[in-house]
């Protein structure tokens, strides 16, 4: 039998008017005497998991089997924080759910090719329309999408043994009226904030800057905004690929590419073992 190890975490972050802001995991009562009715003005919802699976070649050869044109890739699931489509197996996800943007990041061993297949057609089933000007290489794909519920994005990477699939969908400009309740980046920027979900200090390097993170470290703390912790580092970049490496005192040092385009804002958490976790925030 081949057993995987799943670590996950999740936080809700809501907000009604009359305010009465209740973090996901506990409770509150509105006073008796009130006679406003609470209406959700906000909601955000942020979650990951990785799977520790083993290493060994017949191991992961039983757990993720390359797809062939004849089976193609097959959804485990929605993404459950989502509701988009997810191909299955994965090693890392991470999903954000606001009322500004849906976005996923997953990262899995089957091939780019089998990938691109699969959200071509599960997205096509969902009415969403393909734009022209689609970019698809033998390492990567980035292809815009129209959707009645406003613009969408999917970027493809093929990088070392595995596809990293990076989905948004965003609320139409004229509807978001909560643009206050993130941490915007600068235009034509990129805002990447750090977080460290481990219990041991953290190193991360990206663009040649090297910066330590007390273990502990939240990329949010106000769970009326879901604005940054001030603990949290931050980093502004221009869009593009950067290398990132992250190492803590009992793991090996995890090197990673990521690609990020103007005008979002990303989170980049340590999680078990050192695993670099990326949140697509805005």
């Known amino acids: 039998m081949i057993n995987c190890t799943y670590h996950r975490s999740s936080k809700t972050i809501s907000q009604s008017t009359p305010i009465f802001t209740t973090p996901s995991d506990t ?19 942020m979650s990951w998991a990785v799977a520790d699976c083993p290493q060994n070649y017949i191991a992961r050869r039983l757990l993720c089997a390359t797809p062939s044109d004849a089976a193609p890739v097959q959804a485990a699931d929605d993404d459950p924080v989502t509701g988009l489509p997810r191909p299955k197996p994965w090693l890392v996800t991470t999903a954000k759910n606001s009322t500004f943007i849906k976005a996923f990041h997953v990262e899995t061993p089957l091939d ?9 057609h599960e997205l096509s089933k969902r009415g969403w329309s393909e734009n022209r000007g689609a970019v698809v290489e033998p390492g990567g794909a980035v292809i815009a999408f129209t959707t009645s519920d406003g613009p969408a994005l999917l970027r493809l990477t093929h990088q070392d043994d595995r596809t990293i699939v990076d989905l948004s969908l965003r609320e139409p400009a004229a509807k978001d009226a909560t643009k206050d309740a993130v941490v915007l980046p600068m235009p034509g920027q990129v805002r990447l904030l750090l977080g460290n979900s481990t219990n041991e200090e953290a190193i991360i390097t990206i663009n040649e800057q090297t910066i330590k993170l007390a273990a502990g470290t939240e990329l949010t703390d106000d769970t009326a905004t879901g604005r940054k912790s001030p603990e949290s580092p931050e980093i502004n970049l221009p869009p ?9 005192a009992s793991g090996v040092a995890q090197n990673r590419e990521f690609e990020v385009a103007a005008d979002e804002t990303w989170g980049l958490v340590v999680g078990p073992a050192g695993v670099p976790i990326p949140l697509h925030l805005y």
């Not at 409770?27 to 919802?45: A, E, H, L, N």
């Not at 780019?112 to 071509?120: E, N």
């Not at 593009?240 to 803590?248: N, R």
């Open 27 to 45: 409770t509150s009562t509105i006073p008796s005497g009130s006679r406003d009715t609470p209406r959700s003005i906000y909601v955000d919802v």
């Open 112 to 120: 780019l090719a089998g990938v691109l297949r699969f959200y071509r």
């Open 240 to 248: 593009g690929k950067y290398k990132v490496s992250l190492k803590i």
